[in-house]
């Protein structure tokens, strides 16, 4: 008997959100991305797919990415990521993405994507030459939204400028060949979408973060949660207060009031004049109740690799009917030749 989710999707708007493989996930990535999409389930269809042609645009090791695809799976489904309520699947495991990524690109500036900001930051930072795909990532993540017609895609605010030029480029096309995608809108939850490293508060948690000390990972032991939130970087002063001018209290404010439900103003008020100690053991036991259960149904999951490739067969059968109808209808708009029987 079909699923739920496959007999009821018609009137439904479709959401995509995408992340790479590339090591496990971090509190950030719960909070902001994996926490947000298990909420839209009931309301949306969703495609997850685990991006693992990006995670090549950069220095990486064969076999670390096909460890990571699988233990990603199972981290999402950890996190409330129901295979039964959405389309779980990879990249690569779908034709479509890269074809399509190829027609977008020829009528994609080159100066659009030599200004994307993340690919001048990533530039920087990688050591030697500098591959072409991390210029045309934007382009490919255009196509892996536009190629399900995604209505609303889930972002942290430093991913939004790749969602308006996925809009730029779905609105070049509608007229030059006519209208044929959605123009998807970016969805950017209001607490939790930017979790800021431990060490550095004025930059994002990334998981490729040299300093580890700086990152809370989803499966590291209470004792390592506790010793990196008693290390991370505070401020001047002794207040507890969610300030411009106190970047390291801040971002610990808002990891506990994303995990707790708590405002941050009920927080101030909790630990006015109680130092700096205090507060942090507290968001250390609220952080390590939080991934206990995560932890507990990640170790389950990863036992069971016919269960986690089930998901992903699955995932990938329902993405490839749609990504099949859109990219015929492309072909048609571009001028292709269509073979038929």
Known sequence: MPSPLLMSVENRRTILSAMKPSGGLHLGNYLGAARVWASLLDEYECFIPLVDMHAITVPYVPSELRGNTLDCVAQYIACGLNPGKCHIFVQSHVTGHAELAWILGCITGIGQLQRMTQFKDKSAEQAGPVGSGLLYYPV???ADILLYNADLVPVGDDQK???ELTRDIAEKFNRTYSETFVIPEPFIPEVGARVMSLQHPDRKMDKSEEDKSGVLSLQDAPQAVRKKIRSAVTDSGREIEAREDKPGITNLLNIMSAVSGR????LEREFAGQGYGRFKD???DCVIAALEPIQSRYRELIQDKAYLTGVLKRGA???QKRAYRMLRKVYRKVGFVELTE
């Open 263 to 266: 405002s941050i103003s009920d």
């Open 317 to 319: 059968e329902v993405a």
């Open 140 to 142: 490919l993540m255009a």
């Open 282 to 284: 507290a968001v250390a």
């Open 161 to 163: 400028q790749h969602v």
